[in-house]
């Protein structure tokens, strides 16, 4: 007992209580939490060591708590969860990445095949940006397979928000992947990538293989891709392939979609 009062005493003299640099926190609780209590803001997100603990429950020693690619400081003030994954600073083409998470967990491809992890593979965005498969690390994933010219892809297409919007804040994505524009055989570029975004006003990744007909022909080759389009995909949060169907009506898929988000 008296080893403790003297080491409070020590602690008091040495200004241990002490906000040394005015970010809401004593010396002492810096000490405890492994910040800098020389430093207002050591993961140097642009949000105080203080306002981290006290007011966001955000990690001051990460400056993206969530891992989700954006910043502790970019997601409060842009009204976005900075601890929960699922939420990001959502706008044109901005999509969250957890690919760094999928590597520190060792995820690693198996196959084509349902019940293999897929591989993970590239598509372009409307603003040929690159989105990586991988950054959905975590999510269930609806990869829909489609084109322009495809009237039953276009009836997918119409109630394809409202499902994203039913489950994402749980964790769940569609991906469209379309195979051509509105003709047969004519690319899926920007413009077309704008314009069925558009259409349909859908906020989740429309896009393009970024090596033409790559990530069907492997579907194809180990029989996960079966039929025509709209070809669909159901991946579950390790990137496992779990469900392949084809056509329209979609319900199937759906019921799927939501037995996974269970």
């Known amino acids: 007992m008296a080893s403790a009062v003297h080491g409070s005493v020590l602690c008091l003299a040495a ?11 004593s010396w ?13 803001d050591t993961d140097d997100d642009g949000l105080s060591d203080g306002d981290e603990v006290q007011s966001l429950g955000t990690d001051p020693l990460r400056p993206d708590t969530d891992g989700d690619g954006y910043d502790d400081f970019v997601e409060h003030t842009e009204g976005s969860d900075p601890n929960l994954g699922f939420s990001w600073p959502e706008g044109d083409c901005r999509w969250p990445d957890f690919a760094d998470e999928a590597r520190a967990d060792g995820v690693e491809a198996t ?6 992890v897929i591989p993970d593979f590239q598509v372009i965005d409307r603003h040929e940006g690159t989105l990586s498969l991988y950054q959905y690390y975590g999510f269930v ?9 495809c009237n039953p892809c276009r009836a997918v297409a119409e109630d394809a928000e409202a499902l994203y919007q ?10 469209h992947i ?4 509105n003709t047969d055989g004519t690319p899926s570029d920007a413009q077309f990538l704008s314009s ?10 429309v896009t393009r293989d970024a090596t033409p007909e790559y990530i069907t022909n492997q579907l194809r080759t180990a029989g996960t891709m079966v039929g025509g389009i709209p070809n669909f995909v ?8 779990v469900f392949h169907d084809s056509g329209y009506p979609d319900t199937e898929v759906r019921e799927r979609v939501a037995e996974l988000m269970e």
């Open 15 to 25: 200004g241990c209580m002490t906000d040394h640099d005015n970010d809401g926190l």
């Open 28 to 40: 002492e609780q810096e000490r405890e939490l492994g910040t800098d209590p020389a430093t207002a």
């Open 111 to 116: 196959g084509w095949e349902l019940g293999d």
């Open 141 to 149: 994933i609806l990869l829909d397979f489609s084109a322009g010219w």
């Open 166 to 175: 039913e489950h994402k804040d749980e964790g769940f994505t569609l991906i």
């Open 178 to 181: 379309m195979l051509h524009g």
């Open 196 to 205: 069925w975004t558009d259409d349909y006003g859908l906020t989740f990744p």
């Open 234 to 241: 159901l991946l579950d949060r390790d990137l496992r392939i």
